[in-house]
């Protein structure tokens, strides 16, 4: 959980503030060393991620400077086929659609679970019961993804059919495919929302634990019951963090591979159903398509994982943007 | 207005923090409509003592109270009593102003007031809050901006806030520890000239350290000693401010008073 300490607002270990007046300057061999040594791996770092950067850039746009397709908007993956016709229409809609199935379930039953423990859970509960859900991240995900197609495919038979049969008019829960198990972008949402709840759980956990006694013991005092303080009290003051934990867990949701690749069928095709199976995410069509591509396909396939890296690095600015902005509301 | 006042009996009372005992075996009465100030060096248990009289005490973890508070005639401590419901009756004023920071001045007001369910219409609602902050001398500075946060008030502004939103509900007893120690010796005086107010409505037990404070306010004054550091605190005497401060009957408090304390 190293991200937990950007959400809570712990200052880089790294910036110290400089000396106001400097004194006079007594260099010694181990401080110009360890400048030397920092520096050094400062720039270093710069250097690779500049150079990875441009390589991906430039595959990238080799790749689809080469496409027959419209890169955008083609749904079909046929980046090693004569002439190459591929686009990221079928990924970019499975992905948002697997995603926001995975926020829509896990957000609150993460809040549920971190205010529990948190504010509810007597200390004997709440250490065991946290403990439990960091264990639930330490599942490598390829463990998810068999899981996933081995034992809850088959078991959201019985739900998609109640879903279809009660609440079929809303068109997207609706199931018009026949057979008996869907792997569906509906039991990948599922999944995912169980490999998110962990993050969004330990972060909006450390945020309720951060709202000021004062706070509660306000809310307390004008006769508030439990659950009207932390309605008073707890939520208004946590509501930038729990914003920004989901952020993290949708990072997580967007990127995952292993676990989408083993559950989805993928196609290339897309349907408002979300219980049919079928759709592809841009992780998962990676996964899925790395092994056997040419030179060209890599590529291709390079090319969607940068933009599914700018999907990412701006849901992760989003999420910077808020946290600074209620640092500044704390201060 | 009906005053709602009540007299709040104390027998026999011990309040622990885990296994430490903090303060012990404390009787006392306070009088209705008048104003009770605690003094007493730091750490002989004020704020405890005065955190079981709306069973706050019990919200701190380990914390736990034996013996009898009456109010009136209702033990708070007794079987079957909600502790929501002693906390609606008995509102309580802290150290440092705790306005809601994420609430605009009239929402702070109104936190109380929509917890009870007691206003339901807005016009209601708008009138209680209205009145509220007139009883806490605040109306006229914040009338013009109801919907800022609370936050943006200044501190003196923020403690008369808190007020008003204690005596929003109408409680029949008003607990203060400490109100004015984070205040300016100018809003200071705004909120004893309140407290001067409000005892005619509520009865009011104030915890200060502040002597004069003590004395300008309060019409009864009890002494709170401890024997050693560690020991629990107990009650020394309480009576009539102007006995206290004059010609005590005890020796201890007499020292204390005259800063010959230690
Ligand atoms: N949350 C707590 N947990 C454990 N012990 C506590 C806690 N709060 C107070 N105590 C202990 O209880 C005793 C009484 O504390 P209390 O805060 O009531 O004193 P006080 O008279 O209000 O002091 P002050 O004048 O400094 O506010 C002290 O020994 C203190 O260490
Ligand atoms: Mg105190």
Redesign the pocket.
């Known amino acids: 959980m190293d991200t937990i300490d950007d959400i809570t607002g712990a200052p880089p270990p790294a910036a110290a503030p400089p000396a106001e007046s400097a004194p006079p300057a007594v260099t010694r061999v181990g401080d110009r060393v360890f400048l030397g040594l920092s520096r050094g791996s400062g720039i270093t770092l710069l250097v690779i991620m500049a150079a990875i950067a441009v390589f991906l850039t430039v595959r990238a746009v080799t790749a689809i400077s080469g496409d027959h397709g419209n890169f955008l908007t083609t749904f079909q993956w046929n980046a090693d086929a004569t002439p190459p016709v591929f686009g990221i229409g079928v990924l970019l809609y499975g992905t948002a659609v697997s995603s926001v199935i995975a926020m829509v379930l896990a957000v609150p039953v993460a809040i549920g679970i971190a205010l529990f423990i948190s504010h509810y859970a007597p200390r004997r509960i709440a250490a065991p019961l946290a403990y439990l859900v960091d264990l639930l991240a330490a599942v490598p995900s390829i463990v998810y993804g068999l899981w996933g197609a081995l034992f809850l495919v088959p078991h959201l038979q019985g739900l998609n059919l109640w879903m279809d049969h009660y609440l079929g008019w809303t068109v997207v829960l609706k199931q018009t495919y026949q057979g008996t198990a869907s792997r569906s972008l509906f039991s990948v949402g599922i999944l995912l929302a169980i490999m998110v709840l962990p993050v969004i759980t330990n972060v909006s956990r450390e945020v309720f634990r951060q709202v000021p006694r004062a706070h509660e013991e306000a809310a307390l005092a004008l006769g508030a019951t439990r659950w009207e303080v932390v309605r008073m009290a707890v939520l208004p003051f946590a509501r930038s963090g729990i914003i920004s934990a989901s952020m993290l867990g949708l990072g997580r949701a967007l990127g995952e591979t292993m676990a989408v690749a083993t559950v989805l069928s993928n196609s290339s095709t897309i349907t408002s159903h979300i219980v049919d199976p079928g759709g592809g995410t841009f992780a998962q069509n990676i996964a899925v398509y790395f092994g056997e591509a040419t030179p060209f396909g890599r590529d291709a396939l390079i090319a969607s994982g940068l933009v599914l890296f700018v999907i990412t690095l701006i849901v992760n600015g989003a999420a910077r943007l808020i946290i600074a902005r209620r640092k500044e509301y704390t201060a | 207005m009906i005053s709602v006042a009540k007299r709040i009996d104390v027998s026999g009372l011990s309040?622990y923090?885990?296994a430490?005992l903090?303060?012990e075996d404390i009787s006392m009465t306070v009088e209705p409509r008048s104003v009770t100030a605690?003094i007493?060096?730091?750490?002989?248990?004020?704020?405890?003592?005065?955190?079981t009289l709306n069973r706050m005490h019990e919200v701190?973890?380990?914390?736990r109270v034996e013996g009898k508070v009456l109010l009136d005639d209702e033990n708070l401590y007794g079987a079957g009593v909600d502790p929501v419901t002693v906390r609606r009756t008995v509102g309580m004023v802290f150290?440092r102003p705790n306005p809601f920071p994420t609430m605009s001045i009239y929402d702070n007001v109104a936190a109380g007031l929509r917890l009870n369910g007691v206003a339901k219409r807005k016009a209601e609602l708008d009138a209680l809050v209205e009145k509220s902050l007139k009883g806490a001398n605040l109306w006229n500075e914040v009338k013009d901006r109801l919907g800022k946060p609370g936050a943006g008030l200044s501190g003196g502004q923020q403690q008369r806030l808190c007020i008003a939103r204690a005596i929003a509900v109408e409680p029949q007893v008003l607990l203060m520890?400490?109100p004015c120690s984070a205040l300016d010796p100018i809003s200071t005086l705004a909120v004893e000239d309140l407290i001067g107010e409000l005892k005619e409505r509520f009865t009011i037990v104030i915890?200060t350290?502040n002597m004069q404070q003590a004395a300008r306010v309060s019409d009864r004054t009890a002494f709170?000693n401890?024997a050693a550091?560690?020991k629990?605190?107990k009650l020394v005497e309480i009576d009539e401010t102007q006995r206290i401060f004059s010609n005590p009957s005890v020796q201890a408090t007499e020292d204390y008073i005259s800063g010959r304390f230690g």
């Open positions: 309040a923090y885990g430490h903090a303060i605690f007493g060096p730091s750490g002989c248990g004020k704020s405890t003592f005065l955190r701190v973890p380990g914390g150290q520890d400490e915890v350290h709170f401890l550091v560690g629990p605190g």
